[in-house]
């Protein structure tokens, strides 16, 4: 004889495989952000310096 087929009742979640996604997808858009705020500083270096700093590199040389 078969033994009874116990009911699924509950949901099984696998709470260290939960974590380990969680951080997994925290890094991707950490590193998306980054890859982001690099790209535009390689295509506009200028934008974050502010204008006083600037202006006072330039009457110095």
């Known amino acids: ?3 009874p087929a116990l009911p699924i009742t509950r949901f099984d979640v696998d ?3 939960g974590f380990a996604l969680f ?3 925290l ?3 950490f590193l998306l952000v980054t ?3 690099c790209a ?3 295509l506009d270096p200028y934008s974050s310096v502010t204008t006083t700093t600037y202006q006072e ?3 110095e040389e």
């Open 1 to 3: 004889m078969d033994p």
């Open 15 to 17: 709470v260290d495989l």
């Open 23 to 25: 951080f997994f997808f």
């Open 27 to 29: 890094l991707c858009f």
């Open 35 to 37: 890859i982001v705020r």
């Open 40 to 42: 535009q500083m390689v």
């Open 57 to 59: 590199e330039q009457s």
